[in-house]
């Protein structure tokens, strides 16, 4: 079982860039396949990206290709999101994910999430 907790997230201007945190518990945090998702109001929570166990393989919307880059630091048991030329459409909560079985994208197919952080985009 693996515990995440999300931090980063904020109030930024568009244009502007923030990096989003996931910290993991536990000792087998290599073994999971991390993604973020997010979910504005009103709004189903979507993929954003996901990367590997062992970090070589990412995926992302594509809505954020060029703009988001998931990446990870084993290590440190740490998930990132670095997001860059932020628009007001990426406001949502964004939430880390773990996969059991793999890299996935989609939502039903993590098993661990976190709280969750706030991102806002002003316009």
């Known amino acids: 079982q693996v515990q995440l907790v999300e931090s980063g997230g904020g109030l930024v201007q568009a244009g502007g860039s923030l990096r989003l945190s996931c910290a993991a518990s536990?000792?087998?945090?290599?073994?999971?396949?991390m993604g973020w998702f997010r979910q504005a109001p009103g709004k189903e929570r979507e993929f954003v990206a996901a990367?590997?166990?062992?970090?070589?393989?990412?995926y992302d919307l594509g809505s954020v290709k060029g703009r988001f880059t998931i990446s990870r630091d084993n290590a440190k048991n740490m998930v990132y999101l670095q997001m860059n030329s932020l628009k007001p459409e990426d406001t949502a909560v964004y939430y880390c994910a773990a996969s059991t079985f793999g890299i996935k994208l989609t939502r039903g197919q993590y098993d661990y999430w976190g709280q969750g952080t706030q991102v806002t985009v002003s316009s």
């Open positions: 536990g000792r087998t945090f290599s073994s999971y396949a």
């Open positions: 990367i590997s166990q062992s970090g070589s393989t990412t």
